[in-house]
């Protein structure tokens, strides 16, 4: 038994064990909120409870870096797209709507990350990081194993053309979105689980391994093109890494610059505009089940581009999804560099490529490098056929490549 002396001192001496521990929790919560399912997933109380929870964190973490006192260059160039894309456009072109709960939540996530990484070890930031990540993705893997062979998914419904039912959508849906929509919440995962093997827990490379498995199988299982391409590149070039760890000096230095990675990434945004319909691809697409129109985005790619020429300097604006199908044939674009253009114009484009370039580590380590700029090829690959603004975790890579390569050398 304790004293009343000595049990008073062991809760004070477990207050910051305890408090700790209930941060930890709390940023763990945060970064899956960001993790977001889809509306037909869950039920609307839980969706609703976990968009407050992801502007909570948003506020949080733009309200700790601001009275911290560590907002930066960076921060600021992030700021400055955003606004430009979310609000700016709204009152300059008079076009689309005002989306402050978007800006909010994008901006809100580099606030968060930003100011974790500049108070913590980037191995800790990068734990916490992954094991939100995995916890919601076997969520997802697990909607996935139930819904396999059930055409459209977790989202059965009908397709229509011409005001008549043509038969059930053959997008495959599960807990976070469709099937090639989804890599993008998985490529910053994949990356990260690589690079926490490789440098801060040899052991994880099982994980790495089991999780990058489960991603190729997923998407090979339902043929979904984009993310067959994106994730075989990505784990192939991480795969090539891990054998070459321990002669690092040898890796070609074609995978190790970031910037060229930029470029080539945006190079694979624009040569799909270029070739779309080629006659020459027809054998090669096919592979995959697809048409050279890539599933019909010629038309969205053809009316993305008369929309922006309309207005080049400022775009469309975010406008009422009903409005862009209305005017392209979808939603969204289908293309970052088109997605771009037709909601924010060229300002808009010119201000994402010197946020990019804003992240551009000062002294790059080549392999760490390596490593990053193989997720971010992988993401624009992706990109060049899906991409949506509101979806902001793929840009999280140029974050962590930023800061890992401010860390000290560590062994292998």
Known sequence: MYSDTQALSLRT?????????MGEVAIIIGFMSYYIPSEYAVHPAILLAWKVLLYVTATFGGIMLLVSGRINRRNVTILSYYFWLFIAVRFLAGNGELKLGSFIQCTGLFAFLEYLLQTRDTRTVMKYFLIAGVAV????????????DTVGGMLQVMRYRGGRVIGLQDQNYYFLTYDNDSVHFFVTIIVLLFYYSVYYNSEAIVYFSAYSAFVLFMYYYKMAATAIVASTYLVGVLAYLYVMRRNRQSVPSLLCNYRLSILGGIAAEI????IVGNAALGSIVAVLGKSV?????????????????????????????????????INHCHNLVLEHLYRGGIVAMFLFLFMLKMYAPPKPDKYKTAIFCAGIIAFF???????????????LLFVFNYYANREEELPV
């Open 381 to 395: 690959i992706t990109a060049a056929f899906d991409w949506r603004m509101y979806v902001p975790l793929p840009f």
């Open 293 to 329: 129109t890539f599933s019909g985005r010629d038309r969205v790619w053809a009316g993305s581009v008369l929309y922006f020429l309309r207005n080049p300097i400022f775009g469309m604006g975010i406008e009422d999804n009903a409005i862009t199908a209305q005017r392209i044939g």
């Open 271 to 274: 040569v799909p505009l270029m």
């Open 137 to 148: 993705s076997l969520i997802h893997f697990a909607s996935f194993l139930v819904y396999m």
């Open 13 to 21: 001496r477990s207050r910051p064990a305890v408090r700790t521990a």
